[in-house]
């Protein structure tokens, strides 16, 4: 959210065709099975015997079991799984020192290119070890999932099978748990399409801004459950506002991710409660390495959204050829974009008036790219827990057929910030996919502009006007006559009082504004500086320099409820 007058011309720089090349890690162990080492100009006997050789002596049981009674290590027993179910096994150097004392390595285990924990160490071998360990707790259940049972071995050819081909999980576990990830993403969108369904049955008056929908689910062992959803397609026409209760980006995604962090406070408030129950039923625990609060084991984050994100994204009909690319012919494909009023330029494009404009905001798609390396928490709430990332962006747009762009845009484009970025923040390149639609059919003009955000845990929607940042008077919600958005600034600095209270964090609730909260949140701050500095170095443009005044306001807290009305201050 940014007046018009902020500064985003930006620096062309020569080096679009890096997005082309793949960061070489600085230290991998790499495990690739047997059965693909071979050749495939060897004759068929000797490949028949290179498999019977190749053949385990173990089950995978026999190997756990050994490492549960401490007779072996997790780096071993990893590299025996490898073999046992042939899957393709990274131990990699990742994420290096940040802001903790001392000097440490970082390493993760990647699994069929899944990326699980990264574990630190004041050794390389110490840290190659305390990723095994991370990884194990969750790789082990999984594979259990699968009843894999191990052949026995033989030194002759296995039996033709009789009556029935063996499953999939027999032959390749991982490629199990690969084809199971594409029946989550059809579970995915139909969870998104019965919600908004039943909340579109409560409100049926509001069923045409339903248009453009982006939704947050989490994803546990019981299911998929959505917990934020948001809709709508404008930035608001107002001048910045100095009282933090205007909403200046009524985006789908924007929208959606402002209501992740409601939910998020919300189970902040749970885990911090006096009550055992609630505490038990937050979605976060206590990560003793880090001080801060983490997701619980086995819950990841999901986005879908029923449109393309408007910006970089937006149809590619680039022609990646490292050997011809040039910089003119993707500065304004791959280039950090504005969004204004519901349009979006280039920041190189010459046809956008700044001074006609009265609030200009970076598009969707360059928030996606700043999320999954910042995460989608935000500076405040990182002040209690760790940075939250999705794992994929399921996309269910019937009019699109081609997401390398939205590839290029969310990962490519800051592809090797990780080592430069302070512990605990990381480039998490989600899984990107096309998925069903969950389309509407409703074309009301008189409701393009608005736009309804919920949470789990609401007890109805609220609209927003998108064009005026409020909240319409024909809302379900409504916080107060004032009409301000309980997605506003100020609601969520009323939120994170309120958690820094429960959370005895005193320095916290001796913050005078919004603009100090956020400034005090340092290691996010310092991440957000090498995002930016990142971006304009590859060439894809500068950030838009947001104008101070906009966050410098405070609030006085008062203890009624999430939805409780604030007095708000314009900070001296």
């Keep these: ?338 969004s204004v009023e519901g349009k979006v330029f280039s920041v190189f494009s010459s046809s956008f008036d700044q001074s006609a404009s009265k609030v200009v905001s970076m598009s969707a798609t360059d928030k996606l790219t700043q999320w999954q390396v910042l995460g989608y928490q935000g500076a405040l709430l990182s002040h209690f827990i760790e940075p939250v990332y999705v794992q994929s962006i399921l996309i269910g747009d019937i009019d699109c057929s081609d997401i390398r762009g939205m590839k290029i845009s969310v990962s490519q484009r800051v592809e090797g910030i990780t080592s430069q970025l302070p512990m605990f923040y990381c480039m998490m390149r989600p899984y990107i996919s096309l998925v069903p639609s969950v389309a509407t059919n409703s074309a009301d003009k008189c409701q393009l502009t608005y736009g309804i955000n919920w949470s789990e845990g609401d007890s109805s929607v609220e609209v927003v006007d998108g064009l005026e940042g409020k909240t319409v008077e024909q809302s379900p919600f409504k916080s107060g006559p004032a009409l301000a958005s309980r997605l506003c600034k100020a609601a969520m600095l009323h939120r994170f009082k309120l958690v820094a209270k429960e959370a005895q964090r005193q320095d916290l609730l001796a913050t005078s504004s919004y603009k100090e909260a956020k400034r005090m949140a340092k290691p996010y701050q310092e991440a957000k500086n090498v995002l930016k500095a990142f971006l304009l170095q590859q060439g894809f443009g500068s950030w838009l320099v947001k104008l101070s005044f906009s966050d410098n306001f405070s609030i006085l807290l008062q203890m009624e409820s999430d939805s409780s009305p604030c007095t708000f201050n314009k900070a001296r």
């Design 1 to 338: 959210m940014f007046p018009g007058r902020g500064s985003f011309r930006g620096s062309r720089g020569a080096s679009f065709s890096q997005i082309l090349r793949k960061n070489i890690p600085a230290t991998t162990e790499s495990y690739e099975p047997l059965a693909t080492l071979n050749h495939p100009s060897k004759g068929v006997f000797n490949q028949q015997r290179e498999s019977y050789a190749a053949k385990p002596t173990v089950s995978p049981k026999v190997l756990i079991d050994k490492y549960t009674q401490g007779e072996t290590h997790a780096v071993s027993l990893l590299h025996q799984l490898a073999q046992v179910l042939q899957f393709h096994l990274e131990i990699k150097e990742t994420v290096t020192t940040g802001n903790i004392q001392g000097f440490y390595f970082a390493f993760c285990v990647m699994i069929d290119g899944v990326k699980y924990k990264t574990g630190m160490g004041i050794t390389k071998k110490e840290a190659r070890l305390k990723a095994a360990q991370l990884a194990l707790p969750e790789l082990l259940p999984t594979l259990e999932s699968l009843n894999y049972v191990l052949p026995e071995a033989s030194d002759v050819p296995p039996p033709l099978p009789v009556k029935e081909e063996p499953t999939i999980s027999d032959i390749h576990p991982c490629r199990a748990i690969h084809e199971r990830k594409s029946s989550v993403n059809l579970q995915i969108p139909q969870a998104v399409k019965d919600q908004l369904t039943k909340l579109m049955n409560s409100h049926p008056e509001f069923s045409a801004c339903a248009g453009t929908t982006a939704a947050f689910i989490i994803q546990t062992s019981t299911g998929c459950e959505v917990v934020a959803l948001g809709t709508g397609n404008f930035n608001t026409k107002e001048t910045a506002s100095m009282s933090g209760r205007i909403v200046h980006d009524s985006h789908a995604v924007v929208t959606a991710r402002r209501s992740l962090m409601r939910f998020l406070y919300r189970h902040l408030l749970m885990f911090f409660s006096k009550t055992a129950n609630l505490t038990e039923k937050s979605i976060f625990q206590q990560n003793s390495s880090s001080g801060l609060l983490s997701l619980k084991n086995g819950i990841t984050l999901h986005l879908y959204v029923n449109q393309l994100p408007k910006g970089a994204a937006i149809p590619s009909k680039l022609r990646l050829n490292p050997l011809s690319i040039s910089a003119w012919q993707v500065n304004n494909e791959i280039s950090l974009h504005l």
